[in-house]
Nanobody, 117 residues
């Protein structure tokens, strides 16, 4: 059974930092690219960052987070992380861990990030 469990969200002031983690199980983690998405109230879900499968160091970021967010993976622990620096109010959203396999998409339950003074 595939499981994706996010953690690390919270309330932070503008300019602050948070580190999100996603613990995974139930599939061969190292074979799959992994993604972080986010969804703000009233907006569509947005792809934030992608990291390639093990051995592929490719990363991609949406323009609004380039230079501020860093996605990484630990193939020994089957986890991915999202280091978020210089957070802005517009980063406020629920953040979701995601991957796709054989035409099926898998999502975590999400973790809320709120950036506010």
């Amino acid at each position: 059974q595939v499981q994706l469990v996010e953690s690390g969200g919270g309330l932070v002031q503008p300019g602050g930092s948070l580190r999100l983690s996603c613990a995974t199980s139930g599939f061969l983690f190292k074979l799959y690219a992994m993604n972080w998405y986010r969804q703000a109230p009233g907006k569509e879900r947005e792809l934030v960052a992608t990291i390639g499968a093990a051995g592929d160091r490719t990363t991609h970021y949406t323009d609004s987070v380039k230079g501020r967010f860093t996605i990484s993976r630990d193939n020994a622990k089957n986890t991915i992380s999202l280091q978020m620096n210089n957070l802005k109010p517009e980063d406020t959203a629920a953040y979701y861990c995601h991957f796709g396999r054989w035409g099926t998409e898998y999502w975590g339950q999400g973790t809320q990030v709120t950036v506010s003074s």
